[in-house]
């Protein structure tokens, strides 16, 4: 197969190596940057970038990663040692796709065609955005890999069918992933507040039979319901969106909104059910690293992804198989 073209970062994913897609190896975790996805009307008519503010994010989700875990071997706290534990899985950063800002078609076919070069490698991707529009290509590229299972922690369900016309804009990623014949189960957590959702897209996320699961909720059942409303014996996709945390943790967001979670308690959802479930693939949008304080919101996101691949790191089929929760 024809592989996209990527632009390799001054500095990789936890300084690790960078290599085409033509290169990965089967188990491989391989990092890849999306920076553009499909904008809205009027997003396109001005400098794209400028209204999202995630142009710049994969870079900054590398930066901050290299300065707060650069130490790859040291013992992490977050994870009860090493990230990589016992080495088993090797770290690649692909780079970042060449996009066009306007030049939606071309990014949506270059990011599926990204994650499906590394789907056919037997490695797992991690997509780092970029607006919330890049994971629709994202998830489309697991039409092969079915049954999947969607576990969303976002502050929005992201079910609008069009806005102006546009039907693969960042309001829009659940409602195209539910028309996906392979995706079995959506499990939305962390929403709050108000976003584009009206009555009528809740009534429909809830006929399809996603899960939606609020804030106050997920913090009254706890994490093993959560895992329990996925089902066993299919490949999990997680999509973190950073407005999910709140915005004292991660205020450099492009919808903020306040009420989010905690860190520790998206780490706690997220290592848990890899380690009940799997993983298949990840993706982390919607960091606005201009409004980004310290570097802390960044950090945020870094610190997710590498919490994420952690407890891959440590994920068995044994575990899968046998857990309850």
Not at 47 to 70: K, M
Not at 186 to 192: F, L, W
Request: charged share 20%; aromatic share 6%.
């Amino acid at each position: 197969m024809a592989f996209p073209h990527t632009i390799i970062p001054t500095r990789t994913f936890l300084e690790q190596s960078a290599v085409e897609f033509e290169n990965i190896a089967e188990g491989d975790i391989a990092i890849f940057g999306a920076a553009y996805g499909t904008p809205y009307p009027t997003e396109a008519e001005v400098a794209y970038e400028l209204v999202t503010g995630s142009a710049h994010a994969p870079d900054a989700i590398r930066t901050a990663a290299c300065e707060s875990s650069s130490n790859i071997d040291h013992y992490d706290f977050d994870l009860g040692g090493p990230l990589l534990a016992d080495n088993s899985k090797k770290l690649v950063d692909c780079g970042d796709l060449i996009l066009e800002p306007e030049d939606a078609v071309r990014n949506r076919a270059a990011i599926q065609q990204a994650t499906s070069a590394i789907l056919e490698k037997k490695a797992v991707p991690f997509l780092l955005g970029g607006d919330d529009s890049v994971p629709i290509p994202f998830l489309r590229a697991f039409a092969e890999n079915g049954p999947i299972d969607i576990l969303q922690l976002d502050a929005h369900i992201d079910w609008r069918d069009s806005i102006g016309g546009i039907h693969d804009g960042y309001s829009s990623t659940i409602r195209r992933a539910a028309e996906c014949g392979f995706v079995r189960s959506i499990t939305q957590v962390g929403m709050r507040g108000v976003g584009s959702a009206r009555n009528q897209e809740v009534s429909d996320a809830l006929a399809w039979g996603a899960r939606l699961i609020a804030v106050t909720e997920a913090r009254s059942i706890g994490t093993n319901e959560i895992i329990a409303a996925i089902p066993h014996g299919g490949n999990l996709v997680i999509q973190i969106d950073c407005d999910v945390f709140d915005t004292s943790v991660c205020p450099a967001v492009n919808a903020p909104t306040p009420g989010g979670f905690r860190f520790e308690e998206v780490s706690d959802i997220v290592q848990k059910t890899i380690a009940a479930r799997g993983l298949a693939g990840f993706s982390i949008v919607e960091l606005a690293p201009k409004f980004d304080v310290n570097q802390i919101s960044a950090t945020v996101a870094a610190r997710i992804t590498c919490n994420a691949m952690g407890a891959l790191c440590r994920f068995s089929d044994q575990s899968r198989q046998g857990s309850g929760s």
